[in-house]
Structures are given as structure tokens and as C-alpha cells.
């Protein structure tokens, strides 16, 4: 047997084994979204129903009532904007507060994110304590080799290793070419590498694109996660073992491989070292970017969801 029942705020379908003699209630704390916790209770039960996943789009639960053998089941299949008598200032708030999260995000993140822009941009001004500062804060974060790293207020957008060797230093010791900043004539580094560059930048804005989208899109399974982490991981990888030879002189510097497979398409530059426009530069930008699109696709789901939990929770107690 189904019945469809209209109670507080949404509209529920019960099947039922044994049919209990009355359907009390439903409370909805959060009203609007598909994300609910809410009660179920058939009549003669002394205890409340179970309450259901917060991940479910259409959350359902499984009623047991000791003592007359009723068992029934709901799903939620339809919401109103109708807010229950029930739902009162304190839920309001606090529930409220766990919807803002995201403003946060955006804040924090943000600032975590523009920082590193910022440091070249008070090199330029001539504020260079507080530049290196930040140079120095971020140098526990990232290699920031000059040669894999954007330049702001210079002459190109970045250089290739003679370039940073003609200025700084000849050498390829990482420790040693990490430390040129710039100068006034090729400009100031941003505080981190272009990799990173892509892969925060990317979190940033796939994060806030995600919120007004977060009700129409579905959580990316874990394959998803994997195949788009996959290329950082490859790529990342192959530069690690690639520099152990020394930079400037690993299989990814040169890429013959590339050049063999591709019947030397390409010119020279796209092929060979670190600079804007060659494979390893479009490399890092798009595995930067399709990492931090699985990990908002991915995380946040889960995170907007134990956030609102907790809210629930807190009221609860």
C-alpha cells in the first residue's frame, strides 16, 4: 500500500508492511535544499525514526516500531518554501551561518591566493620588506624557480634558464636559482611557480562558480576525482625525475620524446625548456587546472554537507 501525505513542509510517499494506525509527523529543519534531516514517526512508536544521509539527493529512511511489527518507509519527492512552525530563530541563525561558509572560502582563500601577486607588486613599489616577506612566508610552499615562474612589471611574462642564468647566477642548483626574485629590468616573480599559480587560482574559482550551480550538479564520483588529479600526478612526477639529472639537462627539458612522436611539428621553443608557450608551461597550466576542478567538483559536496550536519547537531543539542 502507498499513501502520500503533505506534512510541515514537504510532500513524502509511504509504503507500508503493516499499516500503523496513524502518520504523525515530519519536521524539516532546512527548508529548500536536497540535503535534509528530518523525522519520521508512525503512531504507536516510542521511538523516532532514524535520520536520513545528508548526501542523498532523495533522502529516505527505514522506520522500525517495536512493539506492533509496523514497518515503514518515506521518501522525500517534493519540497515547499513553507517554513514549519517549529523552525525557530536559533535554528534560523545557526543554519544561516552554515550557508555562509563559502564567503569564507572566498575571503580566506582569496587572500592566500593573491598574496603571491602581491609580493611583485610592492618589489615594484619599492615596498621590499614587505615583498620579502612574502617571498619568504611562500618559500616553505613552493620551489619558486624563477624559470617555471611568472614575472610581473618586466619585460616578458616569464624567462627561460639563460635568461634567469644571465642575471643571477650560471648554475643549476635549485637552492641557488629559487633565490632571484628579479630586478627592476625583467621585473618581480610572482611568490610562487605557475603551477601553483593555476592550481589555486583554479580552487578559487571553480570553488565560488560551484555555490550558485551546488543544487543542480552532482557530486564527481571518485573515478572522476582520479582521472582529473591524474595529469598533476604524471606530470609532476615526470619533472621530479626529470631534474634529479639537473635542470636544464632532464628528459623533460628537452622532451625528444615529444619531438619523435609529434614528427617535430612544432618549433623548437614549444618543445624545449620552461617558457610560456612550450609543452611543459601548457603542462602545468592545464594540470593545475583540471586539478583544482576535481577537487571543488569533489570536496565540497562533502564539505557543504558535514558543515550543515553540524548545524543540525549543534541545534539539536
Given at each position: 500500500?502507498?499513501?502520500?501525505?503533505?506534512?510541515?513542509?514537504?510532500l513524502?510517499e509511504?509504503?507500508?508492511?503493516?499499516?500503523?494506525?496513524?502518520?504523525?509527523?515530519?519536521t524539516?529543519?532546512?527548508?529548500?535544499?536536497?540535503?535534509?534531516?528530518?523525522i519520521l514517526?508512525?503512531?504507536?512508536?516510542?521511538?523516532?525514526?532514524?535520520?536520513?544521509?545528508?548526501?542523498?539527493?532523495?533522502?529516505s529512511?527505514l522506520l522500525?516500531?517495536?512493539?506492533?511489527?509496523?514497518?515503514?518507509?518515506?521518501?522525500?519527492?517534493?519540497?515547499?518554501?513553507?517554513?514549519?512552525?517549529?523552525?525557530?530563530?536559533?535554528?534560523?541563525?545557526?543554519?544561516?551561518?552554515?550557508?555562509?561558509?563559502?564567503?569564507?572560502?572566498?575571503i580566506?582563500?582569496?587572500?592566500?591566493?593573491a598574496?603571491?601577486?602581491?609580493?611583485?607588486?610592492?618589489?615594484?613599489?619599492?615596498?621590499?620588506?614587505?615583498?620579502?616577506?612574502?617571498?619568504?612566508?611562500?618559500?616553505?610552499l613552493?620551489?619558486q624557480?624563477?624559470?617555471?615562474s611568472?614575472?610581473?612589471?618586466?619585460?616578458?611574462?616569464?624567462?627561460?634558464?639563460?635568461?634567469?642564468?644571465?642575471?643571477?647566477?650560471?648554475?643549476i642548483?635549485?637552492?641557488?636559482?629559487?633565490?632571484?626574485?628579479?630586478?627592476?629590468?625583467?621585473?618581480?616573480?610572482?611568490a610562487?611557480s605557475?603551477?601553483?599559480?593555476?592550481m589555486?587560482?583554479?580552487?578559487?574559482?571553480?570553488?565560488?562558480s560551484?555555490?550558485?550551480?551546488?543544487?543542480?550538479?552532482?557530486?564527481?564520483?571518485?573515478?572522476?576525482l582520479?582521472?582529473?588529479?591524474?595529469?598533476?600526478?604524471?606530470?609532476?612526477?615526470?619533472?621530479?625525475?626529470?631534474?634529479?639529472?639537473?635542470?636544464?639537462n632532464?628528459?623533460?627539458?628537452?622532451?625528444?620524446?615529444?619531438?619523435?612522436?609529434?614528427?617535430?611539428?612544432?618549433?623548437?621553443?614549444?618543445?624545449?625548456?620552461?617558457?610560456w608557450?612550450?609543452?611543459n608551461s601548457?603542462?602545468?597550466l592545464?594540470?593545475?587546472?583540471?586539478?583544482?576542478l576535481?577537487?571543488?567538483?569533489?570536496?565540497?559536496?562533502?564539505?557543504?554537507?558535514?558543515?550543515?550536519?553540524?548545524?543540525?547537531?549543534?541545534q539539536?543539542?
Amino acid at each position: 500500500m502507498r499513501r502520500r501525505y503533505r506534512a510541515g513542509s514537504a510532500l513524502i510517499e509511504t509504503g507500508e508492511k503493516h499499516k500503523p494506525q496513524h502518520f504523525i509527523y515530519l519536521t524539516v529543519p532546512q527548508v529548500g535544499i536536497k540535503h535534509l534531516t528530518f523525522i519520521l514517526k508512525p503512531a504507536g512508536c516510542s521511538i523516532p525514526g532514524q535520520r536520513s544521509s545528508p548526501r542523498l539527493a532523495l533522502p529516505s529512511v527505514l522506520l522500525s516500531c517495536i512493539g506492533n511489527s509496523a514497518y515503514t518507509w518515506a521518501r522525500v519527492i517534493a519540497l515547499y518554501p513553507v517554513v514549519p512552525s517549529s523552525y525557530n530563530e536559533t535554528m534560523a541563525s545557526r543554519l544561516d551561518l552554515a550557508g555562509k561558509w563559502i564567503v569564507f572560502f572566498g575571503i580566506v582563500f582569496g587572500i592566500y591566493t593573491a598574496l603571491p601577486f602581491l609580493a611583485p607588486l610592492f618589489m615594484h613599489l619599492g615596498w621590499k620588506p614587505v615583498g620579502n616577506a612574502i617571498y619568504f612566508i611562500y618559500s616553505f610552499l613552493c620551489h619558486q624557480l624563477p624559470e617555471r615562474s611568472f614575472f610581473l612589471f618586466g619585460q616578458k611574462l616569464t624567462y627561460s634558464l639563460p635568461d634567469i642564468q644571465a642575471a643571477w647566477q650560471i648554475t643549476i642548483h635549485p637552492m641557488v636559482l629559487r633565490q632571484f626574485i628579479g630586478n627592476p629590468q625583467m621585473g618581480w616573480k610572482v611568490a610562487w611557480s605557475d603551477r601553483m599559480v593555476s592550481m589555486f587560482t583554479a580552487i578559487l574559482i571553480f570553488g565560488l562558480s560551484w555555490w550558485p550551480l551546488r543544487r543542480r550538479l552532482k557530486p564527481l564520483p571518485l573515478w572522476g576525482l582520479v582521472l582529473l588529479v591524474l595529469p598533476m600526478v604524471m606530470d609532476g612526477t615526470t619533472h621530479f625525475i626529470s631534474d634529479l639529472a639537473g635542470i636544464g639537462n632532464g628528459f623533460r627539458d628537452t622532451n625528444f620524446w615529444l619531438v619523435n612522436m609529434t614528427h617535430n611539428s612544432f618549433p623548437s621553443t614549444f618543445y624545449a625548456g620552461d617558457a610560456w608557450g612550450s609543452f611543459n608551461s601548457i603542462m602545468r597550466l592545464l594540470s593545475g587546472i583540471l586539478f583544482g576542478l576535481g577537487v571543488v567538483w569533489f570536496g565540497f559536496p562533502y564539505l557543504n554537507a558535514s558543515i550543515n550536519d553540524e548545524a543540525y547537531e549543534r541545534q539539536a543539542t
